[in-house]
Protein backbone atom coordinates (compact mmCIF):
# COMPACT_ATOMS: atom_id res chain seq x y z
CA UNK A 1 0.00 0.00 0.00
CA UNK A 2 1.25 3.58 -0.72
CA UNK A 3 2.42 5.84 2.12
CA UNK A 4 3.22 9.08 2.36
CA UNK A 5 6.01 10.49 5.35
CA UNK A 6 6.12 13.99 6.54
CA UNK A 7 8.89 13.52 8.72
CA UNK A 8 9.39 16.98 10.23
CA UNK A 9 6.52 17.26 12.54
CA UNK A 10 7.32 21.27 12.99
CA UNK A 11 9.48 23.82 11.32
CA UNK A 12 10.52 27.22 12.20
CA UNK A 13 11.87 30.06 9.14
CA UNK A 14 12.46 33.69 9.87
CA UNK A 15 10.58 36.28 7.99
CA UNK A 16 12.05 36.29 4.06
CA UNK A 17 14.15 33.72 4.34
CA UNK A 18 13.77 29.95 2.94
CA UNK A 19 12.47 26.65 4.43
CA UNK A 20 11.67 23.33 2.88
CA UNK A 21 9.53 20.67 4.33
CA UNK A 22 10.47 17.10 3.41
CA UNK A 23 7.92 14.47 2.27
CA UNK A 24 8.98 10.88 0.98
CA UNK A 25 6.00 8.50 -0.03
CA UNK A 26 6.10 4.90 -0.99
CA UNK A 27 4.82 2.89 -4.06
CA UNK A 28 5.27 0.50 -6.81
CA UNK A 29 3.90 2.54 -9.64
CA UNK A 30 5.35 4.78 -12.30
CA UNK A 31 2.48 7.52 -13.32
CA UNK A 32 1.01 9.56 -10.73
CA UNK A 33 0.56 12.70 -9.36
CA UNK A 34 1.81 14.53 -6.03
CA UNK A 35 0.36 17.27 -3.85
CA UNK A 36 1.08 20.01 -1.35
CA UNK A 37 -1.60 21.61 0.47
CA UNK A 38 -1.42 24.48 3.10
CA UNK A 39 -4.18 24.48 6.16
CA UNK A 40 -4.02 28.35 7.80
CA UNK A 41 -5.63 28.48 11.30
CA UNK A 42 -8.57 29.05 9.65
CA UNK A 43 -8.45 25.31 8.73
CA UNK A 44 -9.57 25.93 5.16
CA UNK A 45 -7.40 23.87 2.55
CA UNK A 46 -5.86 25.14 0.01
CA UNK A 47 -3.77 23.27 -2.70
CA UNK A 48 -0.15 25.00 -3.10
CA UNK A 49 1.22 22.89 -5.99
CA UNK A 50 0.65 19.91 -7.75
CA UNK A 51 3.46 17.64 -9.17
CA UNK A 52 2.60 15.23 -12.62
CA UNK A 53 5.44 12.24 -11.86
CA UNK A 54 5.85 11.61 -16.02
CA UNK A 55 7.03 15.20 -16.07
CA UNK A 56 11.01 15.42 -15.41
CA UNK A 57 10.62 19.42 -14.28
CA UNK A 58 10.06 20.22 -11.09
CA UNK A 59 6.78 22.27 -10.69
CA UNK A 60 6.60 25.84 -9.30
CA UNK A 61 4.45 28.41 -8.36
CA UNK A 62 5.50 32.23 -7.42
CA UNK A 63 7.27 31.32 -4.04
CA UNK A 64 6.61 28.03 -4.15
CA UNK A 65 8.59 25.20 -5.78
CA UNK A 66 9.16 21.12 -5.15
CA UNK A 67 12.52 19.10 -5.39
CA UNK A 68 10.91 15.98 -7.27
CA UNK A 69 13.20 13.22 -7.13
CA UNK A 70 10.76 10.13 -8.58
CA UNK A 71 14.10 7.72 -8.03
CA UNK A 72 13.87 8.58 -4.58
CA UNK A 73 10.50 8.75 -3.75
CA UNK A 74 11.08 12.46 -2.36
CA UNK A 75 9.13 15.19 -2.70
CA UNK A 76 10.70 18.58 -1.14
CA UNK A 77 8.74 21.93 -1.14
CA UNK A 78 10.84 25.04 -0.97
CA UNK A 79 9.30 28.19 0.19
CA UNK A 80 11.06 31.39 -0.94
CA UNK A 81 10.40 35.42 0.59
CA UNK A 82 8.97 33.17 3.96
CA UNK A 83 5.63 35.94 4.99
CA UNK A 84 3.55 35.73 7.82
CA UNK A 85 1.03 34.76 6.01
CA UNK A 86 2.42 31.15 5.37
CA UNK A 87 2.23 29.90 8.57
CA UNK A 88 -0.09 27.24 8.22
CA UNK A 89 -0.15 23.23 8.28
CA UNK A 90 1.06 21.64 5.22
CA UNK A 91 -0.07 18.44 3.71
CA UNK A 92 1.65 16.45 1.35
CA UNK A 93 -0.03 14.10 -0.96
CA UNK A 94 -0.19 11.02 -3.19
CA UNK A 95 -2.88 10.22 -5.42
CA UNK A 96 -3.58 6.31 -5.41
CA UNK A 97 -4.90 4.88 -8.57
CA UNK A 98 -8.10 3.81 -6.40
CA UNK A 99 -9.10 7.27 -7.05
CA UNK A 100 -8.11 8.54 -3.46
CA UNK A 101 -5.73 11.14 -1.91
CA UNK A 102 -2.79 9.11 0.35
CA UNK A 103 -2.37 12.37 3.08
CA UNK A 104 0.80 13.10 5.34
CA UNK A 105 0.71 13.97 8.85
CA UNK A 106 1.86 17.62 8.04
CA UNK A 107 4.42 19.85 9.30
CA UNK A 108 3.83 22.65 11.07
CA UNK A 109 5.74 25.73 9.49
CA UNK A 110 6.16 29.06 12.05
CA UNK A 111 6.79 32.39 10.72
CA UNK A 112 9.32 34.27 12.97
CA UNK A 113 8.69 37.98 12.31
CA UNK B 1 -19.22 32.73 -6.35
CA UNK B 2 -18.67 29.32 -6.98
CA UNK B 3 -17.23 27.06 -4.23
CA UNK B 4 -18.15 24.51 -1.80
CA UNK B 5 -20.17 25.26 1.65
CA UNK B 6 -20.36 23.70 4.57
CA UNK B 7 -23.08 23.19 7.15
CA UNK B 8 -23.16 23.72 10.11
CA UNK B 9 -19.77 24.93 11.27
CA UNK B 10 -19.92 23.46 14.61
CA UNK B 11 -22.28 20.41 15.87
CA UNK B 12 -22.58 19.17 19.10
CA UNK B 13 -24.07 15.10 19.35
CA UNK B 14 -25.05 13.84 22.41
CA UNK B 15 -24.16 9.77 22.55
CA UNK B 16 -26.75 7.44 20.93
CA UNK B 17 -27.55 10.24 18.13
CA UNK B 18 -27.45 10.12 14.60
CA UNK B 19 -26.56 13.58 13.33
CA UNK B 20 -26.33 14.76 9.41
CA UNK B 21 -23.38 16.84 7.96
CA UNK B 22 -24.35 18.93 4.75
CA UNK B 23 -21.80 19.49 1.83
CA UNK B 24 -23.32 21.38 -1.27
CA UNK B 25 -21.00 22.43 -4.64
CA UNK B 26 -21.58 24.47 -7.02
CA UNK B 27 -18.82 24.09 -9.13
CA UNK B 28 -20.53 21.23 -11.46
CA UNK B 29 -17.70 19.27 -10.17
CA UNK B 30 -18.80 15.24 -10.98
CA UNK B 31 -16.29 13.49 -7.04
CA UNK B 32 -17.29 14.62 -3.87
CA UNK B 33 -15.40 13.28 -1.10
CA UNK B 34 -15.35 13.09 3.05
CA UNK B 35 -12.61 13.22 5.10
CA UNK B 36 -11.81 12.90 8.50
CA UNK B 37 -9.18 14.88 10.40
CA UNK B 38 -7.89 14.18 13.81
CA UNK B 39 -4.98 16.53 15.62
CA UNK B 40 -1.59 15.06 14.83
CA UNK B 41 -3.22 13.10 11.57
CA UNK B 42 -3.43 13.31 7.87
CA UNK B 43 -6.87 13.56 6.16
CA UNK B 44 -8.61 9.86 6.27
CA UNK B 45 -11.16 9.07 3.33
CA UNK B 46 -14.47 8.33 4.68
CA UNK B 47 -16.54 7.81 1.71
CA UNK B 48 -16.24 9.37 -1.95
CA UNK B 49 -18.85 9.55 -5.04
CA UNK B 50 -17.50 9.70 -8.34
CA UNK B 51 -21.50 10.06 -9.93
CA UNK B 52 -24.45 10.45 -8.83
CA UNK B 53 -26.67 7.54 -6.98
CA UNK B 54 -23.31 6.12 -6.59
CA UNK B 55 -20.21 6.19 -3.58
CA UNK B 56 -17.43 4.16 -2.19
CA UNK B 57 -16.30 3.17 1.01
CA UNK B 58 -12.96 5.20 2.21
CA UNK B 59 -10.71 3.27 4.67
CA UNK B 60 -12.74 4.52 7.57
CA UNK B 61 -16.27 3.67 6.71
CA UNK B 62 -17.31 2.12 9.53
CA UNK B 63 -19.95 3.71 11.93
CA UNK B 64 -20.90 6.11 8.65
CA UNK B 65 -23.13 6.71 5.68
CA UNK B 66 -23.80 8.57 2.57
CA UNK B 67 -25.89 9.58 -0.49
CA UNK B 68 -25.82 11.27 -3.47
CA UNK B 69 -28.60 12.03 -4.99
CA UNK B 70 -28.30 14.93 -6.59
CA UNK B 71 -24.68 16.21 -8.14
CA UNK B 72 -24.36 19.41 -5.92
CA UNK B 73 -25.05 17.63 -2.44
CA UNK B 74 -23.12 14.58 -0.51
CA UNK B 75 -24.52 14.42 3.31
CA UNK B 76 -22.94 12.52 5.50
CA UNK B 77 -24.26 10.96 8.02
CA UNK B 78 -22.42 9.96 11.80
CA UNK B 79 -24.15 7.19 13.29
CA UNK B 80 -24.72 5.87 16.73
CA UNK B 81 -21.98 3.40 15.61
CA UNK B 82 -19.28 5.71 15.15
CA UNK B 83 -17.63 5.16 18.68
CA UNK B 84 -15.33 8.01 18.53
CA UNK B 85 -16.90 10.96 16.33
CA UNK B 86 -15.50 13.53 17.36
CA UNK B 87 -13.37 15.36 14.46
CA UNK B 88 -13.13 17.85 12.22
CA UNK B 89 -14.92 16.74 9.11
CA UNK B 90 -13.66 18.30 5.47
CA UNK B 91 -15.65 17.65 2.22
CA UNK B 92 -13.89 18.18 -1.07
CA UNK B 93 -14.81 18.04 -5.02
CA UNK B 94 -13.59 17.36 -8.25
CA UNK B 95 -13.39 18.13 -11.76
CA UNK B 96 -13.13 14.61 -13.07
CA UNK B 97 -14.05 11.32 -11.38
CA UNK B 98 -10.39 11.00 -10.93
CA UNK B 99 -8.66 12.33 -8.08
CA UNK B 100 -5.85 13.10 -9.73
CA UNK B 101 -7.64 16.37 -10.47
CA UNK B 102 -7.44 19.06 -7.99
CA UNK B 103 -9.71 18.39 -5.30
CA UNK B 104 -11.02 21.88 -3.70
CA UNK B 105 -12.19 21.98 0.12
CA UNK B 106 -15.15 23.31 1.71
CA UNK B 107 -14.56 25.32 5.57
CA UNK B 108 -15.06 22.00 7.67
CA UNK B 109 -17.29 21.17 10.64
CA UNK B 110 -15.90 20.83 13.98
CA UNK B 111 -18.04 17.70 15.99
CA UNK B 112 -17.96 17.25 19.22
CA UNK B 113 -19.71 14.11 21.69
CA UNK B 114 -21.19 15.49 24.57
Known amino acids: AQTVTQSQPEMSVQEAETVTLSCTYDTSESDYYLFWYKQPPSRQMILVIR????KQQNATENRFSVNFQKAAKSFSLKISDSQLGDAAMYFC??????????WGAGTKLIIKP | DGGITQSPKYLFRKEGQNVTLSCEQNLNHDAMYWYRQDPGQGLRLIYYSQIVNDFQKGDIAEGYSVSREKKESFPLTVTSAQKNPTAFYLCASTWGQGAADTQYFGPGTRLTVL
Open chain 1, 93 to 102: AYWDSNYQLI
Open chain 1, 51 to 54: QEAY
